[in-house]
C-alpha cells in the first residue's frame, strides 16, 4: 500500500517535471528565433576534428539509396560506394584506421540540418557546391566532378535537354539543385519532386515521369541496377561535389583539402574512382 | 508481381528490423504522450484559471494539425532555433506532441463523465479536491477511457510509417528501400507490411474489447 | 522574428497548395461517404457474403497506415499496369482509408436506431432496401453528422500525405519553399496557419453540432 502511494507520488512529479522541461524549451526556442538566425555558427563549427579524436570515431552522413556513392546492401547490412571510400580515406587520415567510422544516412533534405545540428561531422553524399549552401555549410575542394543529365527508358525518344517538351514530366528529389536546373532550362516540363532518389526512381519505374533528372554520377548507378533504363550522354550543367563541413571549421577543411591533393597525387583517388565509376578521371 | 523475389529471408529480416524500430518509437510516444495527456488532461478538467485555458488553446492548435507537418517541424525547423535531436527523437517528440493532445482531449472528456455528484460525496466526506480527482474520478474516468485511448493508440502505431519522410529507418521505409529494386516486390512487400501492422493494431483493439467486456 | 516576406514571395506556391489540398479534402469526402455508406449497410445486410466483404474492409484498412494504401495507389497500382498522377492516387487512397473509417461511424448510427422501427418498416410492407432508404438512414445521418464532421477534419490534415508522392498540396508546396529558401521554420509556420485555417472553423462548427446535439436529447 505504501509502495502504491509512493509511486504514485514520484510519477506525478515526474510528469510535472517533464512538462515544465517542454516548456522551457518552448521558451528557450522561442527567444532564440529573434537573433539566433545570423548567430556566432564560427563558434558552433570549430573543433571538429577535436571533436573526432576524442570519440575516436568519425561520423559522417552519406547516402544509403545511391548505387555506387552510397549503398546500403539489405542483405549483409553494408554501404558501400565512392563516398564511402572518401570517408574512409578521411578516418585513416585522422584516425588512423580507416573502419573507425559510423555512417549515417541522409537525403538532400535532412543533410544540411543534420550537419547543423552536430549529428554529423561531415556530409560526403554527392553534393554541389553551390553559393547558396555556402551560406550554410563550408565545403572542401572538388572531390568529384559530375554533370547533370536524365535517365530514361530503354527505348525513349528522349536524348538530352533538346528533346524536353512541354506537358513532360520530370521527376527528381526535394532540395537539390537539379531540380532548380531543369526548371531553368527547360521551363516548359512539369517538375515532381519527392523525398529522395530512390522514390524518385519508384515514381519513374511505376510510369510517373517520362525521365528522371540529376547528376549523371547517380544516374548511372540506378541504370546499373536497372538495365531497362539509360542515362542520357549529354550533360547540360557543372556539378563539382564537395564535402561540406561546419560553418567556420578551417582546421578541418584544411585536414580534408590537404587528404583529397595527396590522394590524387600518390594514384589513390584514381583507384577508388575507377573501382565505381569504371572509367579514369577526366583531366 | 514476384512473391518469391520479395520474400527472401533478407528481405524479411529487413523488414522485421525496420518493424522492431517502429515498435520502439511506437512504444517511447505512447509512454510519453499519454503521461502528459493525463497531467493536461487533468490541468484542464480542473478549470484553473488561465492554465485551463491556455493549455486549451494549445490542445485545439495542435489537434488541428497534420502529423505530418509537425514531423517536418521537430526535425528541420526545431534545429533552426538551437534544438537539435536526431531522427529517432525528433520522430518521437512529433508523435508525443501531437498524441499528447489527441489523448488529453480524451482524458479531459473521461473525466468530465463522472457524476458530479460522487465528486460533491467524496468532497463532504472529508477529501480534499486533489484527493478526490486521483482517488475518485481518475481511477473511473480511466476505466472508461480504454476504448477511446487503446483506439488512438492504435493510430499512433499507424502514424509512426509517417516518419518515412525523414528517412527515419522504421517498417515503410525499410519496405520503400525493398521496392526500390524491383517493381515487382512493391504488391508483395506492402502486403507484407500490412499485415504486419494489422496483426499488433488488430490484438490491442481485441484486448481493448476485452478490457471493456470486464469492466462494464 | 517571422519573415514574411517569405510569405509573400511564394504566396501563389501556397494558396495553389492551399486550393490542391481543399480539392482532395473534399472529394475523398464525398467518395468515401458513399463507399463507406456502402459498407455500413453491407456490414449490417443479412447477406452474409456482402457482410464478409465490409468486415473484412473495414477491419484491415482501419488497422493499417494511411501512408501504406496511399503508396499502394501510386506505386503499386502501376506495377500492375494502372498509372494515376500523383494528385488522383494520393486523393483515392485518402477516399479508401477515410471510407473504412466512416463505414464503422455510420454503422454506428444506424445501430443507434431502435430495432423496432425496422421491424415496423418491414412488417408494413417496404423491402429491406426501402426500409433502409426510407427509415433508417435519414434518421442515422443526422446521429452522424458531428462524427462526420470529425472525419473531415481528419481529411483536410490527412491530404497532407499527398506532398509526400509529389501530389501539389499544401504540403508538399510549403514543403518545397522550406527546401529551396533554408527558411524552414517560418515556412512551416506558415503552412499550419494554412491548415488552421481550414480546420479551426470546422471544428468549432462540430463542436457547436455535438453540443445542439446533447441539448435536444
Redesign the interface.
Known amino acids: 500500500m505504501k509502495a502504491n502511494k509512493l509511486w504514485k507520488k514520484v510519477a506525478g512529479m515526474g510528469l510535472v517535471l517533464m512538462l515544465s522541461a517542454t516548456a522551457l524549451a518552448g521558451c528557450g526556442g522561442g527567444s532564440k528565433t529573434e537573433g539566433g538566425a545570423q548567430g556566432t555558427p564560427a563558434a558552433a563549427g570549430a573543433g571538429t576534428l577535436a571533436k573526432i579524436k576524442e570519440r575516436d570515431k568519425l561520423v559522417v552522413g552519406v547516402k544509403y539509396d545511391l548505387n555506387l556513392f552510397g549503398l546500403k546492401d539489405p542483405a549483409t547490412g553494408n554501404v558501400e560506394g565512392f563516398d564511402i571510400d572518401i570517408v574512409k580515406a578521411i578516418a585513416k587520415k585522422v584516425l588512423g584506421d580507416e573502419n573507425k567510422i559510423e555512417l549515417k544516412e541522409v537525403t538532400s533534405k535532412t543533410r544540411i540540418p543534420m550537419l547543423k545540428n552536430g549529428e554529423i561531422d561531415a556530409i560526403i553524399a554527392t553534393m554541389t557546391i553551390t553559393e547558396d549552401r555556402k551560406k550554410e555549410v563550408d565545403f572542401s575542394d572538388v572531390y568529384f566532378l559530375a554533370g547533370q543529365s536524365f535517365l530514361v527508358k530503354k527505348d525513349s525518344s528522349i536524348n538530352g535537354l533538346k528533346d524536353m517538351q512541354k506537358g513532360m514530366k520530370i521527376v527528381t528529389a526535394k532540395g537539390s539543385t537539379s531540380a532548380k536546373n531543369i526548371r531553368a532550362s527547360a521551363p516548359d516540363v512539369e517538375v515532381l519532386e519527392f523525398e529522395n532518389y530512390a522514390e524518385a526512381f519508384t515514381a519513374l519505374k511505376a510510369g510517373q515521369g517520362d525521365a528522371l533528372t540529376t547528376d549523371n554520377a547517380l544516374l548511372y548507378g540506378m541504370a546499373k541496377q536497372d538495365p531497362n533504363y539509360r542515362v542520357t550522354e549529354e550533360t547540360f550543367t557543372e556539378e563539382p561535389y564537395g564535402i561540406a563541413i561546419s560553418k567556420g571549421d578551417a582546421e578541418f577543411v584544411k585536414t580534408v583539402n590537404d587528404l583529397l591533393k595527396e590522394m590524387k597525387e600518390n594514384g589513390e583517388y584514381d583507384k577508388i574512382y575507377e573501382k565505381w565509376i569504371g572509367t579514369k578521371p577526366k583531366k | 508481381m514476384d512473391f518469391i523475389g520479395a520474400y527472401t529471408p533478407s528481405h524479411l529480416t529487413f523488414l522485421l528490423e525496420g518493424f522492431w524500430v517502429t515498435l520502439q518509437v511506437a512504444f517511447l510516444s505512447i509512454v510519453f504522450s499519454f503521461s502528459i495527456a493525463i497531467v493536461v488532461g487533468v490541468l484542464r478538467y480542473a478549470k484553473i484559471p488561465g492554465v485551463s485555458q491556455v493549455l486549451g488553446t494549445i490542445v485545439e492548435l495542435i489537434r488541428n494539425l497534420p502529423l505530418l507537418l509537425i514531423i517536418f517541424f521537430t526535425y528541420f525547423a526545431l534545429p533552426e532555433v538551437g534544438i537539435k535531436m536526431d531522427k529517432f527523437w525528433a520522430a518521437v517528440l512529433a508523435l508525443v506532441i501531437f498524441e499528447a493532445a489527441m489523448l488529453s482531449e480524451i482524458v479531459r472528456s473521461g473525466l468530465n463523465s463522472v457524476e458530479k455528484g460522487q465528486i460533491e460525496a467524496a468532497r463532504s466526506s472529508g477529501l480534499s479536491y486533489v484527493q478526490t480527482l486521483w482517488h475518485v474520478v481518475l481511477p473511473q474516468a480511466l476505466r472508461r477511457m480504454v476504448p477511446p485511448i487503446v483506439s488512438q493508440f492504435i493510430s499512433l502505431l499507424k502514424d509512426t510509417s509517417l516518419a518515412v519522410v525523414i528517412a527515419l529507418p522504421e517498417l515503410m521505409n525499410h519496405a520503400q528501400i525493398i521496392n526500390g529494386r524491383n517493381v515487382n516486390y512493391v504488391i508483395p512487400t506492402f502486403l507484407m507490411v500490412a499485415v504486419m501492422y494489422f496483426v499488433v493494431n488488430y490484438a490491442l483493439s481485441v484486448v481493448s474489447k476485452r478490457l471493456e467486456n470486464k469492466h462494464a | ?2 519573415d514574411f516576406s517569405i510569405l509573400f514571395d511564394h504566396m501563389d506556391m501556397y494558396l495553389e497548395g492551399f486550393w490542391n489540398t481543399l480539392q482532395a479534402s473534399l472529394l475523398a469526402l464525398v467518395g468515401s461517404f458513399a463507399l463507406g455508406t456502402l459498407f455500413a449497410i453491407f456490414r449490417i445486410s443479412p447477406i452474409r457474403p456482402l457482410k464478409w466483404i465490409a468486415t473484412v474492409y473495414v ?2 484498412v ?7 494504401v496511399v ?2 495507389f ?3 497500382l ?3 499496369g494502372i ?1 494515376l498522377e ?1 494528385f488522383i492516387a494520393g486523393t483515392l487512397g485518402l477516399t479508401v482509408y477515410t471510407a473504412a473509417f466512416i463505414a464503422e461511424t455510420i454503422r454506428a448510427g444506424i445501430l443507434a436506431i431502435p430495432k423496432g422501427q425496422t421491424e415496423a418498416a418491414r412488417s408494413s410492407g417496404l423491402t429491406y432496401g426501402q426500409t433502409m432508404r426510407y427509415i433508417i438512414l435519414p434518421q442515422a445521418i443526422k446521429v452522424v453528422i458531428p462524427p462526420m464532421g470529425n472525419q473531415f ?1 481528419n481529411l ?6 499527398l ?4 501530389g501539389l498540396d499544401l ?2 508546396f ?3 519553399i ?3 529558401t ?4 517560418d515556412v ?1 509556420i506558415f ?2 496557419v494554412f ?2 485555417i481550414l ?2 472553423p470546422l ?1 468549432a462548427f462540430v463542436s457547436y453540432l455535438e453540443r445542439r446535439l446533447a441539448g435536444s436529447r
Open positions: 522574428m517571422i477491419e484491415f482501419r488497422n493499417i497506415p494511411l501512408i501504406l503508396f499502394l501510386f506505386v503499386g502501376p506495377a500492375i498509372v500523383p477534419i483536410v490534415k490527412n491530404s497532407s500525405v506532398g509526400v508522392i509529389a504540403m508538399y510549403g514543403d518545397l522550406a527546401a529551396d533554408f527558411v524552414t521554420f512551416y503552412v499550419a491548415y488552421l480546420t479551426l471544428s
